[in-house]
């Protein structure tokens, strides 16, 4: 496990030697709130980020009903991912406020993994609590450490046979690295300079959330979070504005999978 960093370490700028990115959630929003800055710089350089959350974040808002609130958050995500370059979205329907941990969420995740063969991958913080302050929510934690396991899942045929055999999504271990946003370990760090003001614009299409969420002005409160979150970040990233990850490599796994193939 990372340590804490004080005040004065220097975060690692991260990989640059990608293609592809999936980046999985619990809710529309969590994106946003996290990374978005870092996305839109991406997909301004080519790569490819696409995006699944596990729920449609159909609880989260007190006055809507669910069957009403799922399709508005849905399409408020959409339009959200357009903004920083995503257009594959999905949602694998999970319920909001109770997504489990276990293997019925890391085969989802896993079968992801597989179809997009992402060379990084993203979460959310998975931890109990956000830097041992607030609590976290059970879905963070649920769909966080799910994608940890579901990254190695995802490459070992033996684990879900069934993604092979009825869905012929082969194994994918080309997966290098698991980049996890809002954890209060930062190893790394993504200039958020180029993309800062989408990922302003790309938190306001969340807006009926926003507007439950807050009595401030909506793009007044996503441009003091998301800049002041950026900027706190500079002191330890160059002086620049950036958004902070913690990194876990899977070369080693990869490595381990590989060797056993070739042994087979």
């Given amino acids: 496990m990372t340590e804490p960093l004080n005040a004065n ?30 996305i839109a710089g991406w997909t301004d350089g080519g790569r490819e980020v696409s995006y ?38 999905e949602f694998l329907d999970h319920r909001d406020g109770v997504i489990e941990y276990g293997t019925a969420l890391r085969r989802d995740i896993a079968a992801a993994v597989r179809r997009h063969r992402p060379e990084l991958v993203i979460t959310l913080n998975h931890r109990d609590t956000w830097g041992g302050v607030a609590w976290n929510t059970p879905d963070h934690v649920a769909v966080g450490r799910a994608t940890l396991d579901a990254v190695a899942d995802a490459g070992n045929r033996w684990i879900f046979p069934e993604l092979i055999e009825e869905d012929a999504l082969e194994p994918w271990d080309g997966v290098r690295w698991v980049a996890v946003a809002g954890s209060s370990s930062p190893t790394h760090a993504a200039d958020a300079t180029a993309g800062l003001e989408r990922s302003v614009r790309s938190l306001l299409e969340h807006r009926t959330y926003i507007e439950v969420l807050t009595q401030e002005d909506p793009e007044k409160y996503c441009r003091e ?19 902070p990850f913690e990194v876990f490599s899977r070369c080693a796994v990869a490595t381990r999978l590989t060797s056993r193939q070739e042994l087979t």
Wanted: one cysteine or more.
């Fill in 9 to 38: 370490d220097q975060l690692t700028p991260m990989p640059e030697d990608w293609q592809r990115a999936l980046a999985v959630v619990a809710h529309p929003d969590d994106l946003e709130y996290g990374c978005s800055a870092a």
């Fill in 52 to 89: 699944l959350l596990a729920s449609r974040g159909e609880a989260g808002i007190d006055t809507l009903d669910p069957a009403t609130c799922g399709p508005l958050r849905e399409r408020e995500q959409r339009a959200s991912a357009a903004v920083v370059g995503v257009s594959s979205v």
């Fill in 225 to 243: 979070f998301l800049t002041g979150n950026a900027q706190s970040v500079a002191p330890r990233f160059g002086g620049k504005p950036a958004v």
